[in-house]
């Protein structure tokens, strides 16, 4: 079974290794994530340590910084492309960084995590996020490794 550990929770790699669609190693796609990850937290000025604790699976954000992960969220989603700003997932793009005897598995995971209402896109990214790290799922779609 060709998987990776996920860590994250955002965490240093909301990402993964296109396995099917590139040949850049794992410990290239690491450091892209953890780049998009770094990146995203200049950007959004969220407290790098609140990322930590995400990464460490704590989400007790305080109220004051929710709206700077969330938006830490949709940035780091959206330069791995799997999410559009408007909070539209980006299911094939996902899809073809897990292997393909997992991709049904990875696609129900990704299904239930999905907000079933509209909500703004921020929210998304971050209940996405949140859902997906508690699956505990090892599939290299995932943001964080």
Not at 15 to 32: P, Q
Not at 66 to 95: F, P, Q, S
């Amino acid at each position: 079974m060709f998987t990776f550990k996920v860590v994250f929770a955002f965490f240093f790699s909301f990402l993964f290794c296109g396995a099917d669609k590139s040949k850049n190693s794992l410990e290239d796609e690491v450091l892209l994530a953890k780049r998009y990850q770094m990146e995203c937290i200049e950007e959004t000025r969220v407290d790098p340590d609140i990322i930590t604790k995400i990464k460490a699976r704590s989400w007790n954000i305080p109220y004051s910084s929710l709206h700077l992960v969330k938006n830490w969220a949709l940035c780091v989603m959206m330069k791995r492309g799997l999410m559009t700003k408007e909070g539209v997932y980006k299911l094939d793009i996902a899809l073809k960084m897990v292997p393909r005897d997992e991709r049904d598995a990875a696609e129900k995971i990704i299904d239930s995590c999905l907000s079933q209402k509209a909500i703004p896109a921020e929210d998304i990214a971050l209940n996405f996020i949140q859902c997906y790290q508690k699956t505990r799922a090892n599939y290299t779609v995932s943001i964080f490794i």
